[in-house]
């Protein structure tokens, strides 16, 4: 195996050793508050962890966590890897004793938009990536709202390739959507991802291939592991969908 190969397999590998983080932000009426997460999972590119507080998809937040090397895309030397984070989901936890929230953030880079520091309640959405390999963003217009657009309840059948900071395809499957919407799509998959992370979703039925974003990882009754997706590049062509064969749903 080639060097070259081998970084693309550790860039893309999720870390799921015991690690904490500082998590800041500002709330509405511009007070500081900080916490010390439980990091659940970590990647080159996002990052999942448990708070106590709840937070708005769509927000930043500061991160401060000793995070390993290889996984870092600056400040490879520091104890410390500080990073903002864009939320991409906040729910909260199951059982009777669980206190607190899962929440997942998509990583943007060492600084906050100049946006911020004028507003720090502003809305963000990912817009792309930047050549570093982490996610673009760009103001919302509006807060983050759980459905925008009509959810296809259809079997849409794409190539899901994980992609590394330059886009080298580093592992993929072929797989089936359980629903899919202009934007996003929620995807059966077995592939080793976090929050945060980069997939290529390819369907040559439809002429369709675009960049889209980890926005969540569940569990449904069924047992069976889903991604929920955002496309970031392309909209997905829902009307050359099969109305006979979809149920569409804004719930």
Known sequence: ?????????????????????????????????????????????????????????GTLLSLMIPLAPHLRCYDHEKELYRVWGLVQHCQPLSGDEAVGFHVGVAFIGKNSPESYQENPVQGYKICGMNEDGLWKITEAKSQFKARRHIRYWANVDPYLALVDSKRDTVNGERTTTENISKNGAAVFSTLHVNVGDRVKFIC????????????????????????????????????????????????
């Open 1 to 57: 195996m080639s060097s070259s190969t081998e970084l693309l397999k550790q860039k893309a590998e999720i870390s799921t050793m015991s690690l904490h983080a500082v998590v800041k932000a500002k709330d509405s009426d511009d007070t500081n508050w900080k916490e010390i997460a439980d990091v659940a999972s970590v990647s080159a590119t996002g990052a999942g962890f448990y708070i106590q507080r709840e937070c708005r998809v």
């Open 204 to 251: 040559e039925k439809y002429d369709f291939s675009g960049l889209a974003v980890v926005c969540n990882k569940q569990i449904g009754k069924d047992g069976r592991d889903r991604l929920h997706l955002q496309f970031v590049e392309n909209s997905f062509p829902v009307e050359k969908l099969d109305n006979a064969i979809v149920q569409k749903r804004t719930d």
